[in-house]
């Protein structure tokens, strides 16, 4: 498929700047991570991150390429590959740290339940389209959608996986309020939710269900699950107004700071950034997402709304936990910053998502063939 | 068809579009949520998280000072300070101990390594204090500590000097030991020490603690998440203690002690002119770096269960009936009394009766008419006995206590006992019984009651040598830095002068004389060609001892036979050196103990007379300590811990040594 000239001049180069900018703190702030490392590492991560960000990029590239209404048809065909690899995972999967969440393709390690959040999205984006309901959507409608997440979510769970699983919830929830629902369907969603939390619980590992208490109360178990939460806010918290520099932080230098490179790479940030730091990521993040919706708002046909919307929930719930999560105010469970954790799953997930909705922005103003 | 359209499209007003101004405001809040949690923990709890962060990176180190060295009076090294690899936890909230413990064991178990640390129990453990687990580590086990480091939280090693004692087994008692401070030391005393540190526990060591241990130094470093020292923030440097000079000369030391071999006893060498502890000694003895490491419970009860206690120092605490060596006192006091004159005679014929008991001589039949003089020469228990019945237990017990006797000498000791002279008001007090005439005649000839320890009997007969000073013994010469400034001297200290005349003295001395060197006298095996010792033998019958205790103790000994003491000082003229010698249950005094004092006299006067042997120049006591420190062999301004530390365990440790150990001395 040959791209029209007038495609580029309509290129969103805001969107395309913004993740760029992110993306390179975040490759800085690794940097930092693995600096009172050096020597001991094989190849350095930021190096690393900087491959994937590399190889999302050229993604990135082909997913605003094909018109997005292509791969809007082919939608389904997704989601069953990443079910199907979903399945694999489960089976032949690589664990590390006792959870089974990698596949190993053509020398990459690839973590299938990244590929799902994405995959879900457009497959939900396909569904409500094809379905259309002006005055909301009733249960009998939304039994397909409720199957189309809980296949992927069950798989996930039992990974486990708790953080990606709550992710999928999320984008379903999300984009079927967004899509409009009855209030009866409310009703039912909420009746059925709390009456499956206890079920929930007991269907946690008992790690999980260990995080969710120390969320409570963190110095429950200092040394052991309560240990990097506490870290964590010591190295948010003595970073201050400014922060302790850069490669400066102690909580992170030193290594009291756990996960640092992953699901704690914010309070790196926060140590050595300070407050000023954080605020400047957070309003990057803010203008991401609202720039996102706004894609949304302005896409050219309710798929290129779905799709940017979905990806946008993907976006601001993961920022939201995350930091929620590493500040203490959220229970750990396991979800990466997005553009900030190291982690090439996620990564060239991320930018195959922004490459779909610099497609969506781009095409919004061409006119139907 | 329907795809051209869009519903949610802004064009077309309604429903959808405030959808999107709602997701607008919802997003705004909750990043202004995360925003406001930010501010919470970086602003208002920022400086709260600051000081914890503080805490989990920053420690306070200690650096240990290095402990001044105790050096002969020829300035020759008698301890080293060596460097010891330990195996330290530094307990911080995150971390169990145990676990750690365990973990590392399992290791070593491994290995077949053996590693079993006294952990203080829970609630004893102070939460910051390193606990050290281990000196002394052999290194197998530390590489194995440094390579499992990052399984093992807070298990880190440090350098830290540790003392060896080279003269062992022949200064033990002198020089004593260090070891860990005890909680009950550290409660008394809480602002000159902290756990862990080494303090004087025996000794000189114990003694002079003050002065050896410095003062220790501390080191902010900031440490990693496994214990790790990144780098220091900053040092107070320790300051080294000081070297303590000590009167003892190695070479009569170590004659003594191999004359004493297999002998259970003890030997003091003085010098009567000014009280210089020449020589000190007690046997058997124990090793002092046994208790350099952590002394093991087999070790600890092998010596504290010995029948023959070598952990006593009996040269200034154990304590003795004086036995014969008693009867100069008593010569002492009749002649100053006035109750005999030197011509005296009493008839010896081989007992004494007091009312319905009769007291023996030793010579059983009988030394026949006998003077002073032949009473001292040959001991005669009989003449002594009448004279002691004249002077009363009294009157005895002022002159003894005149020599110092019944009273600690004062040398610079810890733990000095006080040795026991009867008196009526004491038995009144101690007993709540008059004093029995019969009695006194037991303590004519040092039995019953009378009670000395070595060093105060040697101390007596340096006063009857040097015309009746009684000096206070003096172990320590005196004090400097480590580079020989002096920081303290020990001069002569003059504790009293015996009220007993120069005519007195001469005719006791006479007596002493004839003792070593007529053919009928007790220490005649003593005599030397040159005829210049002066001397009396004692023969101690350890019975009837006041304290059950100590008398069910002494039933065996009564068993294994008398105590043999011999007293005596050289040349008879001018005396410059005075040796006293017990041996127990060696029987006589003149053939037990004197040849033990014989070999003592016979190598000072040898190596006073030989031309100056250029190995330890006698001389080196004289001139100043910076020249002085010239002529020590390489051992003494420069302790082998300053030297470069040679890790074994390669990289990591060797940075810390350099750091625990102060600069060498210029």
Sequence with gaps: MKIDRRLLLNFDWTLFALVLVISGIGLMNIFSTGYSLSGLRQTPLYLKQLQWIAMGLAIMVIAFSVDYRLIHRYAYVLYGVAVVLLVVVALYGYATRGSQRWIALGGFMLQPSELMKLALILALARYFDRHRSLQGYGLRELVTPLILVLVPFLLILRQPDLGTGLILLIIFLAMVVFSGVRWRSVLWFGAGGIALIPLAWFFLHDYQQERILTFFNPERDPLGSGYHIIQSMIAIGSGGLFGKGFLKGTQTQLKFLPEQQTDFVFSVFAEEWGLAGGLVLLILFLFLILWGLKISQRARDLSGTLIAFGITVMIFSEVFINIGMVTGILPVVGIPLPFFSYGGSSMVVLLTGIGLMLNISMRRFILHS | ?666
């Excluded at chain 2, 690899?85 to 750690?100: H, Q």
């Excluded at chain 2, 281990?134 to 540790?162: C, D, F, M, Q, Y």
């Excluded at chain 2, 770096?289 to 009860?301: C, E, P, Q, S, Y």
Aim: aromatic fraction near 8%.
């Design chain 2, 1 to 666: 068809m329907s795809m051209n359209s869009n519903p949610l499209n802004s064009h077309e007003p309604g429903e959808f579009r405030q959808r999107f101004q709602t997701l607008f405001v919802v997003v705004f809040i909750a990043l202004s949520i995360l925003f406001v949690r930010m501010w919470y923990l970086q602003v208002i709890k920022g400086e709260e998280l600051r000081q914890r962060s503080e805490n989990n990176s920053v420690r306070m180190r200690k650096l240990p000072a290095l402990r001044g060295l105790i050096l002969d009076t020829n300035g020759m090294a008698l301890v080293d300070n060596q460097t010891s690899f330990d195996l330290v936890f530094i307990p911080d909230r995150s971390r169990d101990i145990r676990e750690t413990i365990d973990k590392f064991a399992a290791l070593c178990r491994k290995r077949s390594l053996a590693f079993a640390p006294d952990v203080p129990p829970k609630g004893r453990q102070r939460t910051f204090q390193p606990v050290r687990l281990e000196r002394n580590v052999a290194w197998e086990k530390l590489a194995l500590a440094e390579t499992h480091a990052l399984e093992l939280p807070g298990l880190i090693t440090e350098v830290s000097p540790v003392r060896q004692y080279l003269a062992g087994e022949v200064m033990a008692h002198v020089i004593g030991y260090i070891g860990e401070i005890g909680p009950e030391e550290l409660e008394r005393n809480p602002a000159a020490y902290a756990m862990g540190d080494m303090v004087g526990k025996f000794g000189i060591e114990k003694y002079l603690d003050p002065y050896l241990r410095g003062t220790n130094g501390f080191e902010q470093v900031e440490v990693n998440a496994v214990g790790k020292g990144v780098r220091s923030l900053g040092r107070i440097d320790p300051v080294s203690g000081y070297n303590v000079v000590l009167n003892i000369d190695s070479y009569l030391q170590k004659t003594a002690w191999d004359a004493m071999a297999g002998r259970t006893g003890a030997v003091v060498v003085m010098d009567p002119r000014d009280g210089a502890v020449l020589a000190m000694l007690s046997t058997p003895s124990f090793d002092p770096n046994l208790f350099t490491g952590k002394v093991t419970l087999a070790d600890w009860r092998k010596l504290a269960d010995n029948r023959l206690r070598p952990m006593e120092n009996r040269a200034a605490s154990g304590q003795y009936p004086p036995g014969s060596t008693y009867k100069p006192v008593v010569a002492a006091a009749a002649l100053e009394q006035k109750l005999i004159t030197p011509e005296t005679i009493v008839y010896c014929n081989g007992s004494f009766v007091m009312g319905n008991r009769t007291f023996r001589c030793w010579q059983k039949k009988g030394h026949g008419r006998v003077n002073l003089h032949r009473a001292l020469v040959e001991s005669c228990d009989v003449f002594f006995y009448e004279v002691g019945r004249r002077v009363g237990v009294d009157t005895l017990a002022r002159y003894a206590r005149e020599l110092g006797l019944g009273a600690p000498t004062g040398v610079d000791l810890p733990r000095e006992k006080a040795g026991l002279i009867p008196t009526r008001e004491w038995k009144l007090k101690r007993f709540r019984q008059p004093w029995h005439p019969g009695e006194t005649i037991s303590i004519a000839i040092g039995q019953g009651y009378d009670l000395v320890t070595p060093i105060q009997l040697l101390n007596a007969y340096a006063a009857l040598a040097n015309g009746g000073t009684v000096w206070q013994p003096r172990l320590v010469k005196r004090i400097e830095t480590q580079d020989g400034k002096p920081v303290k001297r020990f001069p002569p200290v003059r504790r009293s002068v015996a009220s007993i005349s120069a005519e007195t003295l001469k005719q006791i001395n006479r007596g002493l004389w004839g003792v070593v060197n007529e053919p009928r006298g007790t220490g005649y095996v003593l005599r030397r060609r040159e005829a210049d010792v002066s001397g009396k033998t004692g023969t101690s019958q350890v019975v009837g001892l006041p304290q059950d205790e100590k008398a069910r103790r002494l039933k065996q000994a009564v068993a294994q036979g008398d105590h043999a003491l011999f007293v005596c000082f050289a040349p008879d003229k001018a005396p410059e050196i005075a040796i006293a010698v017990i041996v127990e249950h060696g029987g006589h005094g003149g053939s037990a103990a004197a040849p033990v004092a014989r070999r003592i006299i016979d190598a000072y006067f040898a190596r006073k007379n030989a031309p100056p042997a250029p190995p330890r120049p006698v001389v080196a006591t004289a001139v100043p300590a910076g020249t002085a420190a010239g002529s020590r062999p390489g051992t003494a301004p420069t302790p082998t811990a300053t030297r470069p530390v040679v890790s074994p365990t390669d990289r990591p440790v060797a940075p810390r040594g350099a750091n625990a150990h102060p600069e060498p001395n210029p």
